[in-house]
């Protein structure tokens, strides 16, 4: 079960142990790739990712796969760890206030554009309309 919304305070408190220390021995076993901040379980995407990758494993070393399939769990983590490299020297409360505002310009930016294409669209209505020329 790789969704926890609902589950039970025991159930989820004991997936989340299993969890994290998962994330321990992928960061022990693959220390030359993985890295991550202390603060990952913090980060959601991060955390869902990684998540993912846990049931994928589990998967793996349950079932009887292919060996091509652990080839691609390898080549997916080698992949997904060039981009975690980027959270590993986070300091969390810093990172949290440089999102929110990078956050605040996007949907700023956003709305600017939004309010362009829908001026866009009256201008060529009043043109066709033939308001201009």
């Known amino acids: ?17 299993e969890f994290a220390s998962w994330v321990e021995w992928l960061e022990d076993a ?20 990684l998540r993912l990758f846990w049931y994928w494993h589990i998967e793996l ?11 691609a769990w390898h080549n ?5 760890t060039q ?3 980027e959270l ?7 990172q949290l206030r440089y999102h929110r505002q990078l956050a605040e310009q996007r949907r ?4 600017g554009f939004l309010e362009q294409a829908i001026a866009t669209r009256n201008d060529a209505g009043r043109r066709h309309d033939g308001g201009e020329a």
């Open 1 to 17: 079960m790789w969704v926890w919304d609902g589950l039970d305070d025991e159930l989820y408190q004991g997936l989340w142990r």
């Open 30 to 49: 693959y220390g030359t790739w993985v890295e991550l901040p202390p603060c990952w379980p913090l980060h959601e995407a991060l955390r869902e990712e």
């Open 61 to 71: 070393m349950t079932t009887e796969e292919s060996p091509v399939t652990g080839i």
């Open 76 to 80: 997916d983590l080698r992949q997904s």
């Open 83 to 85: 981009a975690w490299r």
């Open 88 to 94: 590993a020297s986070c300091e969390h409360a810093e």
């Open 108 to 111: 700023r930016r956003h709305e």
